[in-house]
């Protein structure tokens, strides 16, 4: 992961992310043989700092994890396994961790379920460019496709362009279309083209 951080030019950082594993319990193909298990993850990056400070860093966000939740007493075996009441919560690294939610309840008493309970995945987007007069107000434009249909949640100006290209007394805007979870790549540009200007 800390890789594409990196490609991207962002140097340091600190990641969280609670996702599900899949671990297989009997041979064969068999689907319902796999069981869930919750997963906390942390991941700690920065090109500039050495493995023993990044350890440092991750040491204090898992600590700091476990006195929120009122563990106060782990044993470490095996050097990177946390264990309480010989339950195993969590698993380390020098540059993070990997913290077993279900067990993290079951040793809390279930007192922090922070589970999280709503859809991660967001709604699609699409640009529409359009040339529009230089008198022409793009805010204007904006809430005409808004209120184009009750499957679009927003729509504004990404950019302006008034160039060369552009015909003398016009300018081109980019506007952003946002819509609603659910609605289709396909039915988005069906929504758009009705609107008409697309």
């Known amino acids: 992961m800390a890789s594409n951080y990196y490609k991207n030019q962002m140097n340091s950082g600190v990641l969280f992310e609670i996702g599900l594993v899949y671990h297989k319990e ?23 700092k050495t493995p ?56 809390t008493g279930g007192k922090r379920d922070a589970r999280v309970l709503f859809d991660l995945q967001s709604g699609i987007s699409l640009d529409t460019s359009l040339t529009v007069s230089q008198t022409e107000m793009a805010g204007a434009i904006c809430s005409e496709i808004a209120a184009s249909s009750d499957k679009i949640s927003e729509s504004f100006v990404v950019e302006e362009y008034t160039g060369e290209k552009v015909e003398k007394g016009k300018r081109t805007i980019l506007i952003r279309t946002y819509f609603t979870k659910g609605v289709t790549q396909k039915e988005a540009t069906k929504i758009l083209n009705k609107w008409g200007r697309s």
């Not at 064969?28 to 919750?38: A, M, P, V």
């Not at 993850?41 to 920065?46: K, V």
């Not at 929120?68 to 919560?89: D, R």
Request: glycine share 8%; charged share 20%; proline share 1%.
């Open 26 to 48: 009997s041979e064969g193909g068999d689907y319902e043989s796999y069981k869930e298990t919750r997963c906390l993850e942390c991941l700690t990056f920065d090109k500039a």
């Open 52 to 107: 023993k400070n990044l350890g440092v860093i991750t040491s204090t966000l898992f600590s700091g994890l476990l006195k929120e939740l009122g563990l106060t007493k782990p044993a470490f075996k095996n050097a990177n396994e946390v264990y309480v009441e010989n339950t195993l919560i969590a698993t380390l690294r020098y540059n993070g961790f990997t913290g077993f939610t279900a067990n993290l309840l079951q040793v």
